[in-house]
């Protein structure tokens, strides 16, 4: 079955550029009308959605964060990408990568990655 | 501050019933479906209802979702100490054209 492992620093400076990768396994991005999305969970709070891809590219943001974020596809390494820039303390948080999908009149996440904690600190 | 609103947590004993509530607006769960996601620490979440009240393959069927109005809930019966989770719900907001979530519910399994 489809599985998403996100992966990257854990570690980043304030003012810097947080990347994460999330690779898929277990199947094809581009099969289906799937979309793939980033959401994070600072510790102690509720989770918080940042963006989505589709293979086709085309991108929608949340609008706090829409400035600073920028998520991109690979298909050819089955994997998509998430970038922050600049990043403060606020942006310390437990991040996710997740799968959704649009069914008849509605939307879910079907599959989630484990997460990855980012840090941002001096 | 979540956009939808949820109890910080919930508590009952093994096997009985224990329900989660979900308050949003018109521009979210009045107008969109709602979905609940189980999390454990360390872990993938996981989808265990979606579009209201469906239960995704594999998922027990002592899960269960409801909507009215403006407000959701996910219910959980023969409560088992392997439900011991945080779980959140999420709906599609129309305003902010994105989803949106709830600030979490932990339960606890006494």
């Known amino acids: 079955q489809v599985q998403l492992q996100a992966s990257g620093p854990g570690l980043v400076k304030p003012s810097q550029t947080l990347s994460l990768t999330c690779t898929v396994s277990g199947g094809s991005m581009s099969s289906g009308t799937f979309y793939w999305s980033w959401i994070r969970q600072p510790a102690g709070k509720g989770l918080e959605w940042i963006g989505r891809?589709?293979?086709?590219?085309?991108?929608n943001y949340n609008a706090s964060l829409e400035s600073r974020v920028t998520i991109s596809v690979d298909t050819s390494k089955e994997q998509f990408s998430l970038k922050m820039t600049p990043v403060t303390a606020a942006d310390t948080a437990l991040y996710y990568c997740?799968?959704?999908?649009?069914?008849?009149?509605?939307?879910?996440?079907?599959?989630w990655g484990q997460g990855t904690m980012v840090t941002v600190s001096s | 501050q979540s956009v939808l609103a949820q109890p910080p947590s919930v508590s009952e004993a093994p096997g009985q019933r224990v329900t989660i509530s979900c308050s949003g607006s018109r521009s979210n769960i009045g107008n969109n479906a709602v979905n609940w996601y189980q999390l454990f620490p360390g872990k993938a979440p996981k989808l265990v209802i979606y579009y209201d009240d469906l239960l995704p393959s594999g998922v027990s069927d002592r899960f269960s979702g409801s909507k009215s109005g403006t407000s959701a809930s996910l219910a959980i019966s023969g409560l088992q100490s392997e439900d011991e989770a945080d779980y959140y719900c999420e709906a599609w907001d129309g305003d902010l054209n994105g989803p949106v979530f709830g600030g979490g519910t932990k339960l606890t399994v006494l």
């Open positions: 891809i589709y293979t086709s590219g085309r991108t």
């Open positions: 997740a799968r959704g999908y649009s069914g008849f009149d509605h939307d879910a996440f079907d599959i």
